[in-house]
């Protein structure tokens, strides 16, 4: 039998968008997990992002810190990070990215996680302020919460997934990126960029290990909802 590579993830992405911002897993936990991984932070206090092992929260400023073990995330994906397909690209903008890697995954039905070094003429990151209780659904809140930031002349990483569509209640649909620059100051969530040189590596997946929120929050939350287009409006555009 083939070697099947896993992802773990925790929480989902309806349940974030659901308003269950506290999670139950630290971060401790999720680094016995693998190495390279994004998410969300409790409170949704900023970015996650898990590069060769090291995890960095963005602020919303899109500057990074470092974080505490003993933080939560509501909502993370991490893989030990095994490339087997490697190619060189260039990248004008963030459709021109999706459409040249789209060409080289051997099948949309498969999860695949992504490291893209390079350097970016452009790269447009977001991050966010925390909320607080009460929570109100993440539609409601983000405007006000966001923050846009972009970069010029940056060196840096992109960390990234892929979920097939059918799994779209359970994680973000097609390509997910946050980035960490070169000198681990900046970082975020990714929306827009052109990458005039990049080297992408690809892990294929094929086990996805879920691991649901024990909380009342996430208990009594309501996931039967149809979230496609918020899930656009939150992680995809620009607002
Ligand atoms: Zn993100």
Redesign the pocket.
């Known amino acids: 039998m083939m070697l099947k590579h896993a992802i773990y993830q925790t929480g989902t992405i309806n349940s974030l968008l659901e308003a269950v911002y506290d999670g139950d897993t630290t971060l401790k936990y999720l680094a016995s997990k693998g190495d390279l991984g994004?998410?969300?932070l409790d409170a949704i206090n900023g970015?996650l992002i898990i590069c060769d092992g090291e995890f960095f929260r963005a602020d919303a400023n899109c500057r990074l810190n470092k974080l505490l073990k003993e933080d939560k995330t509501p909502f993370a994906i991490i893989s030990h990070f095994q490339p087997s397909l490697s190619f060189e690209l260039k990248a004008d903008s963030f459709a021109d990215l999706e459409r040249q890697l789209l060409a080289q995954l051997p099948s949309l039905n498969l999860i695949y996680t992504f490291k893209i070094k390079g350097v970016f003429s452009q790269i447009d990151l977001r991050s966010e302020e925390c909320t607080c209780r009460p929570y109100r659904r993440l539609i409601e809140i983000l405007p006000d919460l966001q923050r846009t930031c972009t970069f010029e002349n940056m060196q840096g990483t992109l960390v990234g997934v892929y979920f097939p569509t059918y799994l779209a209640q359970v994680n973000?649909p097609g390509f997910?990126?946050?980035f960490v620059d070169a000198k681990q100051e900046i970082g975020?969530?990714?929306f827009g960029l052109n990458l005039s040189a990049g080297v992408v590596e690809v892990q294929i997946i094929h086990e996805l290990d879920l691991s649901l929120i024990a909380s009342a929050e996430f208990y009594q939350a309501n996931l039967a909802g149809n979230i496609t287009d918020e899930v656009t409006q939150v992680?995809k555009l620009r607002s």
Request: no cysteine.
């Open positions: 994004l998410g969300a970015e973000v997910h990126f946050h975020g969530h990714v992680e």
